[in-house]
Each structure stands twice: as C-alpha cells, then as structure tokens.
C-alpha cells in the first residue's frame, strides 16, 4: 500500500510509541478529535497521545488508503489494552503542505 510519507511516519510513530515524532506529524494548528474532545495544537496533541499511548498500547496496521478531494481515509486494525480489540478503525486526515491539520476517527 503506498501511503503519503506523513501518513506512514504516523503509522511508524503510533506503533513505536513515540508520542513527539507523533505529533511532529501535524501542524502547529492542528486538531485531533478523539473519544469526545478536541486537542488544538501540536503541544496537545502531543499530551493526547502520550497518555493514550500509556492507557490503551495501541498498535495499527493499515488495511486501506484513499484520497478524496479534502479529505485522506486511512482504514487500520487497532489493536490494544481496550475492549474489543482488534478493530478497525478509520482515521480521516486533512492533509495540508505534507504536515496533518486535522484527525477524527470513527469506528
């Protein structure tokens, strides 16, 4: 599967846990939202995912990748410390100037 660079380093960051290459991903406006709430900026971003990381371990691995016109649809199996592990999640990504500006999942 050929995925944009930025895509895949946040694939590689995500399953090594590195949660300041993660969030070096996105922009320094960026959103993430997540389980509910919104994380506004890279330094937020940053604490999101260093203490999802610590909760739940999770792992992707990508199943699917399509471009749309404003959007990028990243399909993964996450697996993890969570109920219902594994699954399959879809991350949709606003992808500006090689950098994420925005992150939702849904299931």
């Keep these: 599967m050929n995925l944009p660079k930025v895509v895949a ?4 960051t995500q399953n090594s846990f590195d949660s300041v ?3 070096n991903c996105f922009s320094e406006t960026a959103v993430v939202f ?3 709430k919104t994380h506004n900026g890279r330094k937020e971003i ?5 203490d999802s990381n610590e909760r739940y371990k999770a792992t992707i691995k990508p199943v699917g990748f399509e471009e749309k016109e404003n ?5 993964a199996e996450t697996s993890g410390n969570f109920a219902g592990s ?3 999640l879809t ?6 100037n090689d950098l994420i500006q925005s ?3 849904t299931g």
Excluded: Q, R, T
């Excluded at 380093?9 to 590689?12: F, K």
């Excluded at 940053?46 to 260093?50: D, T």
């Excluded at 959007?71 to 399909?75: G, V």
């Design 9 to 12: 380093d946040l694939v590689e």
């Design 21 to 23: 290459a993660y969030a």
């Design 34 to 36: 997540d389980e509910g």
């Design 46 to 50: 940053e604490h999101w995912i260093a």
């Design 71 to 75: 959007e990028s649809l990243l399909k």
């Design 86 to 88: 594994p699954f399959i």
């Design 91 to 96: 991350y949709h990504l606003v992808i500006i």
């Design 103 to 105: 992150l939702k999942f």
